[in-house]
């Protein structure tokens, strides 16, 4: 059922325009240099292993690499999503995706300019972050701390509904079912459409 509402959910926003662009960071050329371009890529290190979200489109196939904002007026809660297709860890059925899931009980996040400068504890009172696949195995590993930093979000065309939206984030999950994972170095940076949030998830 969650795979249908996230499907759903995709509506929302979405990435859009070229493939991703991977500008290597100077200090550790495994990760994405932070940009404020629109690059639509996004990476970090999960327990020190390389792990990314470059967006690719295919002739026969859907894009990966995606970052996908949308809300559930009905839990009142916002997610974010980057689907990440490099690395980490292949015993996942599918590629690992990093899935921030933010309070909006006070309806403060209804539109996407108000998450520009935002910065979220993710230590789950009421924000966390959580390690995810396709198909929500390991959905209940929710982070006990960290940070998700919406540094910018800035509009870039006038008649349209596009911005670039970048940022960086870190966390760790550490509980006893789960055990301990450490994600760290995150950044994003990518190129979305839409302007207000206003998926409704029954």
């Known amino acids: 059922m969650r795979v249908i509402l996230r499907i759903l959910g995709l509506i929302a926003l979405l990435t859009t325009g070229c493939e991703g662009e991977f500008v ?8 994405p240099r932070y940009s404020e371009k629109g690059h639509n890529t996004a990476g970090a290190l999960i327990n ?24 559930d007026t009905t839990t009142q809660k916002i997610f974010l999503t980057l689907e990440g297709n490099e690395g980490y860890d292949s015993s996942f059925i599918a590629p690992v995706h990093i899935e921030f899931v933010l309070d909006n009980t006070d309806n403060q996040l209804q539109r996407i300019e108000s998450l520009k400068g935002k910065k979220f504890v993710l230590d789950g009172q009421p924000h966390f972050a959580q390690l995810t696949d396709l198909y929500m195995e390991n959905a209940s590993c929710k982070s006990s701390d960290g940070q998700l930093y919406i540094k910018n979000v800035k509009r870039t065309h006038q008649t349209e509904a596009s911005y670039q939206i970048s940022g960086t984030f870190g966390f760790t999950i550490d509980t006893d079912s789960c055990g301990l994972t450490r994600v760290q170095y995150g950044r994003f940076d990518y190129q979305i459409e839409g302007g207000l949030i206003l998926s409704r998830i029954n």
């Not at 290597?24 to 990760?31: K, N």
């Not at 990314?52 to 196939?61: D, E, I, K, N």
């Open 24 to 31: 290597p960071d100077p200090l550790d050329p495994q990760l």
């Open 48 to 71: 020190g292993k390389i792990w990314r979200a470059v967006y690719r489109t295919g002739f026969l196939s859907q894009p990966s690499g995606t970052l996908s904002l949308w809300a």
